[in-house]
C-alpha cells in the first residue's frame, strides 16, 4: 500500500498543471454516478464444465436517470473491436439519454436490454438508445459461459453512487489486463477555470490494451496465441458547455495528444472515447420547446480543455494499472499487479513516446 | 424542322450577348417571372410545374434567406477551340462581414469526385468564415486567391492578429464548353461578383459558375429554389449543375430525360453538382449535416444516381447564430431547433434541391461552346406535353 502510494505521488508530480477534484474521479461532475457489478466464481456449467468468471459490468449515470434529459456527447472509435451500440445516435445526432455501460463483449445484450428495462421502470419516455461498450476479457475470464443476470444489472445502477470510485480489478476491470499486467477501471478528475470560471473533467477508463506487443517484459504475463482483442476504453465527463462540434474536436485532438495513446501506434489496440458535457442539458419533457438555448464556450478555450482531459485520463489510465489487484484466472492464468518499477517504465515511455524494448 | 426553329432561336439569343456579358441580378422581381424574359426558357413553376408541397419563398431562390446575396460574372469570349464559356457565382452567407461573423455551416461529401476548398475548417471548427465560390474546375486557385484578398481587405486583421481563413470555393469541370485550361478568369471577374451579389431574385441558367455546365444532357448551370417552413423560416438551395445524363432525367417523377425526342448533343460525360442549403432555422453544425444529407435526396429525385465521376459535394449552413469574431465572449449564447422538429426542414430541403436543379436545367439557355460543341437547352414545350401527358399540369393540384 505503501509502494503503491508512493508511486501516485510520483505520478502526482508528473502528471500536469490541473489541481485535482475532490474525488480525482468521474464523479466530481455533479450528478454523475458510477456502479460496479463485479462476478468472481468458479461456476460448473449446466453441461457440467467448469467454468471460470472473472467479469462485470461498469455503469457510468451521466445525470439523474429518472430526469427526461439529453446531453450532447461525442464519441470517436479507432479500431473498432469493441462494440459501441448507440453509436449511430452519438454519430448523428450527438447524444445520450442513457447510462453509459461497459461489460463483457458477450454480455453486451444482456447489458442493452437491462438499460431499456431501467428505463421503462422509471417511466422515461425515452431511454433509448443504451449505450453499451463491450470489451474482450476472456484472457482471464470464461466469457462464452459468464452470462449476467439483469436483475444484477438493475440493481447495480439503483446503487450507483455519486462518492468515491472503486477503482483496479473491481467491476468490468476485474477480467482486465493491460501492458500485460493487470488493469482494469481507472478514475481521475481535473479541474480548470475558463474566463474565471470554473469547471470540472472527469474520466472513468477500463484499459484491456497493449497486452500483444507494446510492453514485452518476461516478467509480465504475455501470451501472444490467446486471441484476445486489446482496446481502451475513455468515458470522459465535462461539465463546460460545449456543442457537438466542439466535443468531437475534443475527442479527436485528446486521443493523439495523449501520451499514453501514443503506445498505440505500432500496435494493434483499438479505443473508445466518449465525452459529454453536462453543461447543455436538453430537457424532453413533453417532447421540449420549439428552439433550444444553449451556451458554448469561445473555441479559444478548447485547448485548455483539451489540456485537462487529457491529464485526467492520462492518471485514470495508470490509476488503472495502479490499483488493480492481482486476479488468477482461467486456464490457471494469473495476472500481476504492475511492480514500481514498470509503473516508472511506463511513464518514462509515455515521455519519450518510445515503443522499443531496449 | 421544329428542332431547326428551335437552335435558330435560341443561337440568335445568344449571339446579341456581348462577348463578354456580365449578367446581374435585378432585385423586386417577383418569383414567377424568369430573368430571361426574352428568351424561351423558363423557370419550372412559370410553366405550371410545383414540386412538393411546401410553398416557396417570395423569390423561390436562395436569397429568400434573408441576408444571403448572389452574384455571378459571366464571362463569353471567342469561339472554336479557344470559346471560354466560364465564370464565377458567389454566395454571401449574410449582410455582414461572414469573416468577422461566422455562421454554423456543415458538409456532406456525397461523392467525392470533386473539390471544395475550406472544408477541413468547417468540419473542424462548425462554422463558415467565407463567402461561397462556384466556378469552374481549373479556375479554383485564381479564385481563392482571389477571395483570400477580398477577405483581407474586409477584415485588416486576417492572418494578422486574427485567425487565417481558408475560402470556399467549390468546382464543377466545364470543359466541353469552354477551353478550360486557357484559365480565363480573373481577380476582377471574382471581385465583380462580390460587388454584384444582391438579394432578391437570381439571374439562373448559362450565369456566373454555371455558363459550361451541362446537366441531363442539356445545357445547366446555376438553379435556385426555396420552401418556407411554418410561416417563420426558410431553406433555400442553390445549385451548380453539372452532372448525371439524359434518360435519368424525372421531373416531380416523370421520366422526362426518356420521353424527350431530338436535341442529343455529343457528350454525355457526367462532371458533378455542387449544391448549397441556406436556412435562417437555428440549427447547429451536426443538424446542419442532416440538411446535407437530405440535399442528396433532393438530387436523387431528379433522377441523378452521383457516378463516379460526378463531384456531388453539399454545403449547408444556417444564419441564425452568428459567432462574432470582434466582440470576444468567453460563453456564447445560442439557439438551435429540437430534433423532434426538424423535420419539415428536410422536407423543405429535399423540394427545394430538386427544383433548384430543374430551375438549373429550364433557365439554361443553348450554349454553342469549344470546338462548336453544343448545348441545348432543355425543350420547354416537350416539357410541357410530357408532364401533361402525365397528368402533372392542369389536373394535380398541390396545396
Redesign the interface.
Known sequence: MNKKQKALETIELKLGKFPRGDKNSITDLMGVKVGHLSINKDILDPSGEKAVIRTGLTAVLPYPMEKEIRLFTGSLNLGGKNEVTGYEVMD????LNSPIVITNCFNVGKAYNAILSYGFALKRTEIWPPLVIGVDDSYLDDMRKSHLDERDILETFLNASGGEVDQGSIGVGLGLRAFGWKGGIGAASRVFS??K?KFTCGVLVASNHSNQKAMKKPEANFRSDDGEEDSLIMIIGVDA?L????IK?ITKSLVVSLPSTNLFKNSSDSMTCILFSTANP?C?EN???????????????LETVIQAAAEACHEALLNSLIKAAPVQGRLARRVETIPDHEINRLLEKFENQDLSDK | MKRRNFIKRTLLGFSILPSEALIENTPGRPYTKSLFTDSSQKRLREIGIKIGNLQPGPYNAITDVEGVKVGHTTIIKGGGEKAVRTGVTVIIPHGGNIYEENVFASFFNLNGWGEMTGISSIENTGRLETPVFLTGTYNVGIVYDAAVKYLARISPKMGDSDRMVAPVVAECFDDFLSDTRSRQISEKDVFRAIEKARGGAVAEGAVGGGTGMTSFGFKGGIGTSSRRVNDKYKVGVLVMANTASRNQLRIDGVPVGKEIKGFQEKSGKTKSIILIAATDAPLLPYQLKKIAKRVALGLAQTGAISQTGSGDIILAFSTANKISRKKRVSFHNIKAINDFEITPFYQATVEATQEAIINALTSAQTTVGRDGNTAYGIPLDQVEQIMKKYMRIGIRSHE
Not at chain 1, 456543442?243 to 466542439?246: A, L, R
Not at chain 1, 417532447?287 to 478555450?301: A, K, N, R, T
Open positions: 448523428d445526432f450527438c447524444y475558463l474566463d470560471e458547455p456543442v457537438p462540434y466542439q474536436h436538453m424532453l417532447d421540449g420547446p420549439f428552439v433550444f438555448d444553449f451556451q458554448m464556450v469561445d473555441d479559444s478555450f
